[in-house]
């Protein structure tokens, strides 16, 4: 019972917003129950009729072993009475064995059946719908929330979790919810509801044998605790063989190329046809549990018919009372069987609702100002001041301190792992100083909110990431609104304009998934457009050419140069001919500033940097 609280209460934050929909759903709930115990009544009626003469009605009450009716409840006494005066109105409807027919009795037994189950079945698809209706939003609402805060978080939580797992809580773990808010959550309402109303009626009619009939209704649940922890553990499972298959999945279309380059296509498929097989076993595990409850709950009714048949024929019943009780257990046990698949549904999702609630509980570690400084441009200076950085307890930075001045140029060099990304993420506010501070025009970055520190920063990268909408879509990413002359002048400013109007539809052109229709050179290209229409006084370049060849190169450092005029430039490369241009150049090793000045200056100086160069063919080998 506990899961079910679980996820129900984890959903009430968003049932609750649909409040209205969900009344509807259960009322209409408590009306399909009402339709379902009517079918007891049913069976007793037209039980009755095949008798050639009436039966006196309450009969089985008289014969309950109860006592007079007038010892008996006043409360239990009136629905007996409104049951008879029931049966008394719909009694000239209905046919008798022995007894000619009339038109009304024609009528009665063609549509009195149909009318009852239109009344229930139109109840349940109301109830259904309503219940869908408002978990369809709701599981819209939770992805939502989900991407919401996923966009909110550190980078760091994103270096430690992998896609495949990201994206099994968002499409799988939200998937089993729905189907508890949907099937499970609908079922929920109706079936207990039909529990009472049945019990409540055999009650009346003879409360003993009820009881001693529905006192087999505990023993159901006994195959429910112990099939509900096994479904719950092969969830897990499932889950796991889920997130490794993603994975790789995602590893395979990103690495396609090396892949068939290195002709691993059977080495890969033999690993997916591992991870499925997991997948596999761990869904049949969830089978045997979900499908046991049934044969189980079957045998357990049975012995509860067969305690019914020997009170019917030992006490002398009639044939109405045993085709009324026979109703009433299959009514009885019916819901409970619906009940064990709910049971089974909201254990598998207990343990997708514990992960969603892992991540919308999750904290990004570089946190807004409550009351952020404005920022209106950029006018002195960026500066590091003894800035210490570490990822997971490994430095990467130590006490590194660099004043940037505005419209300087300054070049970033190194080995690798020498820190030169980490300055950048620092810059952006990707991640925070573990001591230290960067400042922006003397305030301190963390006093600073991120949309207004950001507003100030272009990137083009190495990794160009473009997305699968239009060309304009893409290049106006860097400034949301932007007109369609800003995005055509900001294209000619990056050389992108003419290859643009080459391509099938122009700028309306859709570029695919990662740009794959565009060159390296081109997507570069639209790259610096972007970063043109943002108009941003910082331009930060990280390895921008470092992948192109020297044609694209060319073609790209041409773009480049334009985009850098009268903006402060901070330029990582690993060609270190691409930092020939800049004011001032950087070398960082282990974390620590080792070399500063021109090219030409470290050069002469014949330190790392020239060491570097001799490697790349700069300078010849001494």
Known sequence: MSHIVSVLRFGWRYLSRYQTRLVCGVLLSVLFALANGSFVWAARTLAERFAEKPAAIGSLAAGGGGGPAAARPSLMAQAREFSHEITRKVDPWLPRVGQPLDWRQVAGVLLFLPMLVLVRSTADYLSNYCMGWVAERVIRDVRLDVMDKLSSLSLDFFSRSTSGDLLTRINVDSANLLRALRQGAADLLKEPFTLVVVLVYLCIRDWQLTLGTAVLLPLCL???????????????????????????????????????????????????RRTSSNLVHAGMKSVQAKELTNPLIEVISMFGLSLLLFYVFSSGRTGADMAEFLAGIAMLFLPVKKLAAVHIVFQQAHVGTERLIEILNEQPTVVEAAAPKPVHGFRDAIRFEEVTFAYRDEPVLREFSLVIPRGHRLGIAGESGSGKTTVLNLLFRFYDPTRGAVRLDGLDLREISLRDLRQQLALVSQDVVLFDQTVAENIACGKPGASREEIEAAAQAAYAHGFILELEHGYETRLGERGVRLSGGQKQRIAIARAFVRDAPILVLDEATASLDSYAEAEVQAAIDRLAERRTVICVAHRLSTLASMDRIIVLARGQLAEEGTFEELLRRDGLFARMSRSQGILPET
């Open 222 to 272: 006994f195959p429910l605790l112990v099939l509900g922890k096994k479904a719950r553990r092969a969830m897990k499972s499932s889950l796991r063989a889920n997130i490794s298959q993603s994975s790789q999945l995602v590893e395979l279309l990103g690495g396609i190329r090396i892949i068939k380059a290195y002709n691993l296509e059977k080495e890969e498929m033999a690993r997916f």
